[in-house]
Antibody, heavy 123, light 107 residues
Framework: EVKLLESGGVLGQPGGSLRLSCEAS????????MSWVRQAPGKGLEWVST????????YYPDSVKGRFTISRDNSKNTLYLQVNRLRAEDAAVYYC????????????????WGQGSLVTVSS | EIVLTQSPGTLSLSPGERATLFCRAS???????LVWYQQKPGQGPRLLMN???SRASGIPDRFSGSGSGTDFTLTINRVEPEDFAVYYC????????FGGGTKVEIK
């Protein structure tokens, strides 16, 4: 059974940094691109980053490029998201998501999602 | 960036009725790269449809998808109580974007 377990809720300060993690099990982690998708309270879904299975390729939308860094440790089956220079608009539930196809470099569609990690931004 | 516009914003239905949800793209999307998700409160999304019209694993056949180019449709025949949720379309033909969602609620 595929499982994606994100770290618990995180409180960050405006201008500060935080790191989210997502531990994967039930599939060959290194074979799949992985992504982070966020959802602000009461809002829709927003893709924020993707990393290839090997970790050599990363992708971001312009809205977060330069502030977000996605990484992975295939020896620990764990995905990470580093968020710098936190803004109020970064407050959201952050989901890690597994790509549906193996051996792809870029995200396509997501066949498994974690339960989400709530990021709160407050001073 | 391809913008996906979903309509209606909210659909109020009784169990057993048919639901028709729309997703319009700001430019043409290959139907191979258009998918649909279902999301219930407090949960991550669930993949429903691949390639606009192919049901994902375990999805009941009352769900169907169609469309091409800029206009796509998700249909739920005879809505069941567990189908009341929010539905999102997503494209990955050019970067990756989601629509704003359609909430299917009990009338």
């Amino acid at each position: 059974e595929v499982k994606l377990l994100e770290s618990g809720g995180v409180l960050g300060q405006p201008g500060g940094s935080l790191r989210l993690s997502c531990e994967a099990s039930g599939f060959t982690f290194r074979s799949y691109a992985m992504s982070w998708v966020r959802q602000a309270p009461g809002k829709g879904l927003e893709w924020v980053s993707t990393i290839s299975g090997s970790g050599s390729n990363t992708y971001y939308p312009d809205s977060v490029k330069g502030r977000f860094t996605i990484s992975r440790d295939n020896s620990k089956n764990t995905l990470y998201l580093q968020v710098n220079r936190l803004r109020a608009e970064d407050a959201a539930v952050y989901y890690c998501a597994k790509d549906k196809k193996p051996f792809g470099s870029y995200a396509t569609a997501f066949d498994h999602w974690g339960q989400g990690s709530l990021v709160t931004v407050s001073s | 960036e391809i913008v996906l516009t979903q309509s209606p914003g909210t659909l109020s239905l009784s169990p057993g009725e048919r639901a028709t949800l729309f997703c319009r793209a700001s430019q043409s999307v290959s139907k191979s790269y258009l998918v649909w998700y279902q999301q219930k409160p407090g949960q991550g999304p669930r993949l429903l449809m691949n390639g606009a019209s192919s049901r994902a694993s375990g999805i009941p056949d009352r769900f169907s998808g169609s469309g091409s180019g800029t206009d796509f449709t998700l249909t739920i025949n005879r809505v069941e109580p567990e189908d009341f949720a929010v539905y999102y379309c997503q494209q990955y033909g050019s970067s990756l974007t989601f629509g704003g969602g359609t909430k299917v609620e009990i009338k």
